[in-house]
């Protein structure tokens, strides 16, 4: 659709931009400075810090350029002596209450409020009351709070409200009394730490790095994160070998997630220098025995011998939280180095349907904010997809979208939807059947549990749609199901209605594992076909490795599956390795080294490489992350012409070329959902019970520290010494959530209780 341009002037010069544009948006991306503190790009406008103001021709009084929205011939003052004049008694309120210890503050060299000032050279101070201070106090184990620094811009409330839609945090009492905090002294929410990011200021801190040093100290290197398939954008921080804190603060990298990120994205990288992390290559020399610590060349030595006796009988297995290139690179050893195509990515994903079988592009995370329909099927996106889940909620509160939702849980999302279909448990595919088979509405219904007039109201409100209409899929679909949407989804597109999808892939390389094996085997018939295995990761379930000849596993800690293994490898963790992920939009992400591997590490692509140079069969990679991906856009066609200098924008990210066909022949998939819908039973009952969140991968963990507590978010994180303690959800020893409440923990028996009466 086209964007009508206006003409306006700024500080005597004249623009086009786009009509209706927020001018402060458009004074900052034209080059002008304008300070503000509560104005945040994406939230609802608060109004409240006044710093924004300029002059707009024919206007009586200064503007706040956050509440403007540009029309034609505007002409607009944002420099004069007038401007900073107002600009500076703003700032003199501001610091009316403030703490002046910048020197020691956490957040010096990062606050807003200490870069403008200190960008005016000085600011009059006339108030010379006492400064009402707040005592410093914790709202949870990660999020400190310094109340005396607030400034009011309650980015932090509208963040904590829009973007993960928790109302966690509020202001209390009125007028000069009022104050940052939380319902009942505890923050009881997902512990995000949003509203950490966003804070201007030093009132809302990291509670886990706070202290241990200071932000001009750190070396940032951008990356990816490692817990989800959004391919959310991070910095991470680090300083002599050791990794401190991870943001996404705009300062450090512009991706497409701007600021935000979820709890495991933020905190869990607590294991990378964690003491239980394997330090050297391990050899069991026979069947029961124990462990024994190795050189490299000894392990590497060992395991190829025992590769080379398997014949072709070996087996190769990769996590799907591998980068492309370690993927790339363990199907290369299976298909040169053992000479067969015996390889499977270790998770049980349909994204191979899916891929084949797609009618219309992957949609943008940016494309999911501004939708008018979006369509959700099973998943539940704010456990594993949280910057999705925050793309939908922020569309359907500030962007008016209707949402359907498909579920067979109630889940948090469900709240936000313009139309819940609740369906029975586990019958979710029949809900694809009927968006790609009218006719099979009435079947649909009896076995969903549903009226079928709830399906003709979510494809009435599909067709009604006047621009982009987004089809979610959760991973538990079966393949047919995801087949019959990807390719059925274009006949749903009309005039001014464009269609998109959206898979809602579980782990953060999924996608790019699936392109680097896009004709894997399943994980069991690999395990079942071999005498010997390679696995890089670990597994979800060690099913079938008791009993093989040879296992071989790239690990970082010792991991059930890796107590079944022959040789261990220390495998580098993801702030250790160079290479890329690719998301769930397309976007092929550089994931890049930060520090260097500790204990003897390496990355997964070297160990295969080295095993396979032992075997005979030099893979041409001299360890460079940069070769193997010049391997992957050779040999991969949807990565055709990629290459790292590419990759580097991550405000405007490369994307694989996924093939899409515009009507796909998906009369076999849709005959074999048919036939699978009709099979089920239709007495299944609907789950009525809302999960906090939390409840899939915070399992059991050690969380009994500021610095310890999201260990085992992610495979290959250590075993737990203990079962989780956190702020929000503990859980016994069978991963059943019990009483929320602090006091409880007593009950659980757990050994370290240090976050009571926190």
């Not at 705009?250 to 239980?276: Q, S």
């Not at 690999?526 to 696995?535: D, E, N, Q, R």
């Not at 012409?641 to 076999?668: F, H, I, N, Q």
């Not at 069978?734 to 926190?758: C, F, M, Q, T, Y």
Request: charged share 25%.
């Amino acid at each position: 659709m086209s964007t009508e341009l206006i003409k306006v002037t700024i500080n005597e010069q004249d623009f086009e931009v786009e009509k209706g544009a927020r001018l402060i948006d458009v004074c900052r991306e034209k080059g002008f400075g304008i300070p503000s503190f509560c104005y945040y790009h994406d939230l609802a406008l608060q109004a409240s810090c006044r710093m924004c103001l300029v002059r707009i021709d024919k206007m009586p009084k200064l503007q706040t350029s956050c509440t403007i929205s540009c029309t034609d011939g505007m002409v607009v003052t944002t420099q004069s002596e007038e401007v900073e004049k107002a600009q500076r008694a703003m700032g003199e309120f501001l610091l009316a209450n403030h703490p002046l210890d910048c020197p020691v503050c956490d957040r010096g060299g990062e606050c807003e409020l200490q870069e403008v000032i200190f960008d005016w050279g000085d600011v009059e101070q006339r108030f010379s009351e006492k400064k009402d201070a707040q005592p410093e106090k914790y709202l949870s184990p990660i999020v400190a709070n310094d109340p005396q620094r607030c400034i009011l811009c309650k980015r932090c409330t509208r963040v904590c409200d829009e973007w993960m839609g928790e109302d966690a945090i509020e202001a209390g009492n009125r007028g000069a009394n009022t104050v940052i905090g939380t319902y009942g002294g505890w923050l009881n929410c997902s512990q995000c730490g949003n509203c950490i990011e966003v804070c201007p200021t030093g009132t809302l801190l990291d509670g886990v790095y706070r202290h241990e040093t200071r932000p001009w100290e750190l070396d940032q290197t951008v990356s990816t994160d490692v817990y989800g398939s959004d391919g959310m954008q991070i910095s991470i921080g680090s300083r002599g070998g050791t990794v401190h804190r991870i943001v996404a603060r705009d300062r450090y990298v512009n991706g497409l997630n701007g600021e935000f990120l979820d709890v495991k994205a933020r905190f869990a990288h607590g294991f990378i220098d964690h003491p239980d992390r394997i330090k050297t290559p391990m050899i069991r020399y026979s069947k029961g025995g124990k462990l024994i610590p190795a050189t490299w060349d000894q392990a590497v030595k060992y395991a190829a011998e025992k590769f080379k006796a398997a014949g072709k009988a070996v087996g190769v297995i990769a996590s799907p939280r591998l980068t492309n290139e370690s993927v790339f690179t363990l199907k290369r050893f299976a298909a040169e180095a053992v000479g067969g195509d015996n390889f499977a990515v270790a998770e049980d994903s349909k994204l191979g349907a899916f891929f084949a079988n797609m009618s219309v592009d992957l949609c943008t995370h940016k494309e999911i904010r501004h939708a008018k329909v979006i369509v959700l099927i099973g998943g539940e996106p704010e456990e594993e997809q949280s910057f999705t889940a925050k793309q939908i909620r922020q569309a359907v509160r500030n962007g008016g979208a209707k949402f359907i939702c498909v579920n067979d849980t109630p889940i948090n999302l469900s709240r936000r939807a313009t139309q819940f279909i609740h369906v029975n448990r586990g019958t979710a595919d029949g809900f694809a059947l009927a968006l790609a088979e009218a006719s099979a509405d009435a079947l649909a219904a009896a076995k969903l549990g549903i009226d079928a007039g709830e399906i003709a109201a979510a494809r009435q409100t599909i067709s009604d749609a006047q621009g982009d209409v987004i089809f979610m899929i959760g991973n538990e679909l079966s393949a047919d199901a995801q087949a019959a949407i990807a390719g059925t989804a274009a006949k749903f597109a009309g005039d001014g209605r464009r269609v998109l999808l959206h898979p809602l892939a579980r782990y953060n390389n999924s996608v790019g594992a699936h392109d680097m094996m896009p004709d894997s085997k399943s994980v069991g018939d690999v395990i079942s076909g071999s005498k010997a295995l390679l696995i890089g990761g670990s597994l979800q379930s060690t099913d079938g490795l008791a009993g093989k000849d040879f296992i071989a596993v790239q690990e970082l800690f010792l991991t059930e599956t890796a107590d079944h293994a022959d040789v261990v490898f220390p495998a580098a963790s993801f702030a250790e390795v160079d290479g890329t992920f690719t998301n769930n939009a397309g976007n092929v992400q550089r994931v890049r080294k930060a520090i260097e591997p500790l204990h003897r590490s390496k990355p997964d692509w070297v160990i295969a490489s080295l095993i396979a140079r032992e075997m005979g069969v030099d893979l041409g990679y001299d360890f460079s992350a940069s070769q193997v991906f010049k391997s992957i856009a050779e040999s991969v066609p949807a990565y055709d012409g990629l290459r790292y200098p590419a990759l580097k924008d991550e405000s405007d990210p490369a994307r694989a070329k996924y093939t899409v066909s515009g009507s796909a022949d998906v009369a076999g998939p849709v005959a074999a959902l048919k036939a699978a819908v009709e099979a089920m039973s239709g007495e299944a009952d609907k789950n009525m019970e809302t999960p906090r969140v939390g409840h899939k991968l915070h399992r059991l963990t050690t969380m009994t520290s500021k610095t310890d507590q999201f260990h085992l978010l992610a495979h290959g994180n250590p075993k737990p010494g203990n079962l989780l303690v956190s702020p929000l959800v503990q859980f016994a020893l069978d991963g059943k959530p019990l009483d929320e409440n602090l006091a409880d923990v007593a009950a659980v028996g757990v050994a370290d209780r240090s976050l009571i009466g926190k």
